[in-house]
């Protein structure tokens, strides 16, 4: 049997080419030397949304993202959180385990604190007991399901730790009942440039969303901050953002080829936007097509994670009634 690795995914934000070259590429790319676990973490979320309509259209937009950009929810096992009740009662049972002082060391609640401190408010206002407890229900999503590796961004690092930690702590007392995971940071991605030449992300506004309609699409590309070159100037593409996001995906002669015409004169960076904005359109306008047919059906997303969370439930059932036993507690029947 292969080892398992699992992704969890927070539907937050409209998903654009940073995550995917950054996140999505290589999380899909696992399914193909891993047992592959995708979920959308939509409790996390609830940290954070307080909209039900939101919430509830971010999940499906991330659902059809991901189903659209080629992930194989016959092969891997594609649910989302909040359908596997067994999840939250091995979150409570983890809880148990970990020490208070461990959570108020995680960076996400210590970062509300120091802020609260630094503006003279009390250190826990405004900061809700899931913000507190997210790195316990994070630790029972991988747990559950016997997880090898957990591929994430650096910002994310620490939460493996902790889950160790617990499992670690777990396992002392009742024995190897869970898997010590193991993280597989990403810590030397490339970073993704945004239209304004900083780091792709939506705190900056400044991305170029995967699924946009091609011609707000195009109107985006032409946002592109450059510097203001004359066509009949040579020009860097090493300091062009235009290029930048070229180079990722296009095949290696057609960079070397706009490489060519960026060095010598004749080409303005309105020509370069229209080659980055048709590479876009060739690269993902079918996923866009397969995006918008799943966000238009539902009915269809709904199916597909029920069937996922069928194949999960029953694995995270057969792992909770172990637990149950070992903890003395009586294992539920299935
Ligand atoms: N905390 C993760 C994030 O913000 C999302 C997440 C929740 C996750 N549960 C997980 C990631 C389990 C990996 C494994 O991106």
């Known amino acids: 049997m292969s080892k398992i690795a699992l992704t969890g995914i927070k539907p937050t934000g409209t998903p654009h080419i940073g995550n995917y070259f950054g996140a999505i590429l290589p999380a899909l790319e696992l399914a193909k ?85 630094a503006t003279q408010k009390d250190s826990d206002d405004g900061i809700n007991a899931g913000l507190f407890n997210y790195p316990v229900l994070m630790a029972s999503d991988i747990l559950m399901f016997g997880t090898n590796v957990v591929p994430v961004g650096l910002d994310q690092k620490q939460h493996i730790e902790i889950t160790r930690d617990i499992a670690e702590t777990f396992n002392n007392v009742y024995g190897d009942l869970l898997t010590v995971p193991e993280g597989l940071i990403q810590e030397d991605l490339m970073t993704i440039p945004g239209i304004d030449g900083r780091k792709m992300s939506k705190n900056y506004n400044n991305t170029l969303p995967l699924f946009l309609p091609p011609k707000k699409l195009r109107k985006r590309v032409m946002q592109i901050q450059t510097d203001s070159k004359t066509v009949e100037e040579p020009k860097n593409p090493d300091e062009c953002n235009v290029f930048g996001i070229y180079k990722l995906f ?80 009586t294992p539920l029947s299935t």
């Open 33 to 117: 030397s891993y047992t592959a676990f995708y979920f959308i973490a939509d409790y996390h979320a609830l940290t954070t949304v307080k909209d039900g309509k939101a919430l509830q259209a971010q999940t499906y937009e991330v659902a059809a993202t991901w189903l659209a950009l080629g992930l194989d929810y016959e092969k891997a096992t594609f649910f989302r959180q909040s359908d596997v009740p067994e999840v939250f009662e091995l979150q409570w049972i983890l809880s148990c385990f970990t020490p208070k002082g461990l959570l108020n060391r995680a960076h996400a609640y210590k970062a509300s604190v120091d802020q609260n401190i």
């Open 250 to 329: 296009a095949p290696p002669q057609q960079i070397q080829d706009l490489r060519t015409r960026y060095e010598s004169s004749g080409m303005g960076y309105g020509a370069a936007k229209q080659e980055l904005y048709e590479l876009l359109e060739n690269r993902f306008g079918q996923n866009r097509e397969k995006y918008n047919s799943y966000i238009e059906n539902p009915a269809e997303i709904e199916r597909i994670l029920f069937e996922g969370a069928k194949k999960a439930r029953a694995i995270a059932r057969e792992r909770l009634n172990k637990i149950r036993s070992a903890i003395g507690t």
